[in-house]
Structures are given as C-alpha cells and as structure tokens.
C-alpha cells in the first residue's frame, strides 16, 4: 500500500526536517506485519514528495496467528491488504512519524507550528461508504477531496465500480494535524482493523484527535468506526470527549463570564449588541438565521421571538453550552410548530461544515476573539468561504474602549478566555481583507456610548455579498 504527502512550501525539502526522514536516504522499519519503508520520489525547493510503501506479509500474520477471526482459510492468503491503505498503514505512520506527530521539530519548529500546503495521494483506498463518506470525513477539517472510483474490472466496465477510490487530498494545514487525521480515518474509511480494539484504544484515539474530533460533525461515526463498533468503548470516548472539551477554541470559563458581563453592566453591552444585530438582521429581510458560537442562548432567545425566521440554528463546539442554550429556549417543552424553526448544533467555526450552507444571514457575537490567532484563516475559510450566508454580522471587543470600563485592570482583557482583543485599526484591517478575499463588502460601525478618542466599547462589522 502506499501514501505519498508532498507540499510545494518553500524550501520544499524542509518536509524531510519536519518528517524527521532525510530525503537523500531510503528510511525502512519492521512492522511486525510487514514492512514499512519512507523515500522521496522528488526531492527539490520547489516540490517535495514522502512516499510510505507499506509491504503486509498475509502469509506471515498467518504464521503468527495475528489474522482476525471468523475468516475463511484462504481469505487469510489472498486479500486486499497488501495494496489497499487500511489500519496498517495508519500503524506505520504512528511508528515512522512518531515525532512528527507530536509537533515538534528541533531544526524547524517554527515551521512545524505554521500551516503549510499540503498534498496526500493513495492510489487504493477501501471506502465502505463510497466518495460522500470521505467527503464527510474530510471536507469539515478543511480538504479539498479528488475521489475516483476505481472499477471492479477495467476489461469489464458493466460490472461496475468496486469499493475502492482513488484519492488526492490538499489542504494548508499543519503537518502534525494532517498526520493526525490520517491516523484516526484511514481505519474509518476502512472500516475494518486489522487488531483487536481494547480501553487503550479510546486513549489513543483521544490523544490523536483531541484538536478536532469533538468538533467534527460526524464525530459519533468516526467513534463507532474507530472503535470497531465496541458500543461500551465508543459511549467511553463519546463521554470523555465531550467532559474534556478537548480542542475547543470557543470555550468560555463561567467564571469569565461573568467577569465580562460585570465589566460591561453598567452600560448594558449585551442588550445593546443583541439589539444591533437583530436590527441588521431585520434590515437585511433575513428568513434563515445562524447563531455561529451561540453560547448559552441569549441571542436565540431573541432570535426565536422574531416570527419572520423560519430556520434558526445555533452551533456551538461547547456540549455544555448547547445545553444551557436548550435550557434557555425551553427546547424540551416547546410547542411543535416552533420546535421545528430551531436546530441547536455542536461544530466548530474553524471547519467547513455542509450544515451551515444556504443561509440569509450568520451572527457571529463576541466570538472571534476566542480563536487563536493562527485559526483565523480557518474560521474565515469556514464561515466566509464555505457557508457564505449572505449577510455576516460579526461583533467584538473595542480593546482601545478598555481603559474607560472600572474594574479592568490595566493590560488586560475583558475575558480571561480572550486569545486577543482588537483595536478599531486592526479589526478594520482584518475585515477588509475578509471582504476582499471572499466578494464581500464590509461596512463597520460601534455599538454602546461612543467616546470622542477612544470610540464604542464594541465594534460591528457587516458583511454583505
């Protein structure tokens, strides 16, 4: 079987300090069912390319009994192992790029944090599920997805297409996140390991996928697969996934919560910026409405009161906080005919998802300044890219307003959860360059008493295709 990972970063050989692999040497490992060997088909400034060929032995997990049960003799001889990209391959990119995974880099971290473009191809890949499977699995974590299926026998069209896809996968990405995905959803696509899945597996599939699995809106599918569909052990990791909140950029301590809103109430900031965004939504003739991070509700509360929405849909990446929103609205109790107007989601703004697509409009409140700096690409990708609603109300902090708010200590945030606070300067800058890039027109204005200096304690940007 065999993957390659290129990128066309500049100097595209950097790739064999971030693979910890010399592209001047051919790199080979026993994997106890085989072998495993990384080599560089090309290796120039321009274009780099890692190959992995994986050699499964049957013959030889025959002999040492590592062939799962409930097989006939001969399918133990002659299967699709050796060529088809399975959980072997995701085993060997665990044992070759061990280093590579984690992160780290001592010649090139810099480089190792930063997101780079990347291209993986695998000529054989089993699909149970077809291309919209993979497509399901990779688009939300920001790919573009080439699928071809490939026939059952070239000589043979009318027999139809087989199980397996060809597949080209590109995105700009951390190499670490990359290699991550491919571990967790090689054996997904395949949905057949090659070994026993125990407790240790929920370990392993938590510390791989941590950064994005909750997000994922197929996370329960991914679970159930990677699992092999042990329902005790995919409950496990389901809880633990979503106790933990790993990977969730979006998460907001109680506690600064609260902090903020006692900073901002004396002037009202929340209902003022509820007020506003509504008033957009009203002006722009809206019938289908996002709540992007929608927390604990309070703009679906004011949202649902609006009788010319049709569809709401509130998404958060936090559990919790979707179940504050439920709590809220009343979602348990409430009437048929407004049950059907509201959708409450679990995502994260930094994938593409499918769900979020077709929408009049997209309110994005006092969100993006939760989101490390380097995810704002994502995010905008996501949001302005691929859901492209047609109207984008985004609000956040006014960072040059903090010294007017008693009770802020100098030098610091509104909310300890806050990777950064903007001043009016910078956020025009950011949205300018959103708008450009993605065929909007942004409009920005304040909201809350204007000072003559320093301006609103809140800015607001409308984007509007």
């Known amino acids: 079987m065999l993957l390659t990972i290129s990128t066309t970063h500049r100097p595209a050989t950097d790739l064999g300090f971030l693979l910890h692999k010399n592209p001047g040497h051919r790199h080979l490992a026993d994997m106890g069912f085989g072998t495993a060997q990384v080599f560089y088909p090309e290796a120039s400034d321009e274009r780099c390319s890692a190959a992995v060929l994986v050699d499964v032995d049957p013959i030889g997990l025959v002999a040492r009994g590592r062939v799962p049960g409930g097989q006939f003799a001969l399918a133990s001889y002659v299967n699709d192992r050796p060529y088809a990209v399975s959980s072997f391959l995701a085993v060997a990119l665990g044992r070759l790029f061990g280093t590579a995974l984690s992160g780290r880099s001592k010649e090139r971290q810099q480089l190792a944090d930063q997101a780079i473009p990347l291209e993986i191809t695998m000529p054989v890949v089993p699909c149970r599920g077809g291309e919209a499977l993979a497509r399901r699995l990779f688009e939300p974590l920001g790919y573009g997805l080439e699928a071809t299926p490939l026939p059952l026998d070239p000589k043979f069209p009318d027999w139809g297409d087989s199980q397996y896809l060809a597949m080209r996968l590109t995105a700009t990405l951390r190499l670490r996140d990359v290699l991550g995905h491919l571990f967790v959803l090689l054996p997904v696509l395949d949905d ?14 938590l510390r791989r996928g941590g950064e994005w699995l909750a997000a994922h809106p197929d996370r ?5 697969r990677y699992l ?16 933990d909140e790993a990977g969730d950029p979006d998460r907001a301590d109680q506690q600064a919560d609260a902090a903020e809103e006692s900073v901002e109430q004396a002037i009202s900031l929340q209902a003022q910026r509820l007020s506003a965004v509504l008033d957009v939504i009203r002006a722009a003739g809206a019938r289908s409405v996002l709540d992007l991070g929608c927390g604990a509700g309070r703009l679906l509360e004011v949202l649902l009161a609006e009788q010319g929405l049709q569809r709401i849909i509130g998404l958060d990446v936090s559990y919790r906080a979707l179940q504050g929103a439920a709590r809220r609205i009343h979602l348990d109790t409430m009437a048929p005919r407004q049950r059907s107007r509201i959708e409450l989601l ?24 939760h989101l490390d700096p380097p995810r704002l690409g994502a995010f905008e990708r996501a949001v302005f890219g691929h859901a492209q609603p047609g109207t984008v109300i985004l609000t956040t902090p006014n960072a040059e307003y903090n010294v007017l708010f008693d009770g802020l200590p100098a030098g610091t945030m509104r909310h300890g959860d806050h990777r950064f606070e903007w001043t009016r300067e910078q956020f025009a800058r950011w949205s300018a360059g959103v708008a450009v890039r993605n065929g909007y027109q942004a409009e920005l204005s304040g909201i809350g008493p204007a000072d003559p200096s320093l301006g609103s304690p809140s800015q607001l940007a409308v984007f509007r295709r």
């Open 220 to 224: 329960e599918l991914i679970t159930r």
């Open 228 to 243: 092999r569909h042990d329902q005790r052990l995919t409950r496990d990791a389901l809880a633990r996934l979503f106790a």
């Open 192 to 205: 057949d390991k090659h070994y026993w899945v125990s407790a240790d597996e929920v370990d392993k599939l």
């Open 346 to 369: 679990q995502g994260s703004l930094t994938y593409t998802d499918s769900r979020l697509r077709g929408f009049d409009a997209a309110a994005v409140v006092e969100v993006i300044e």
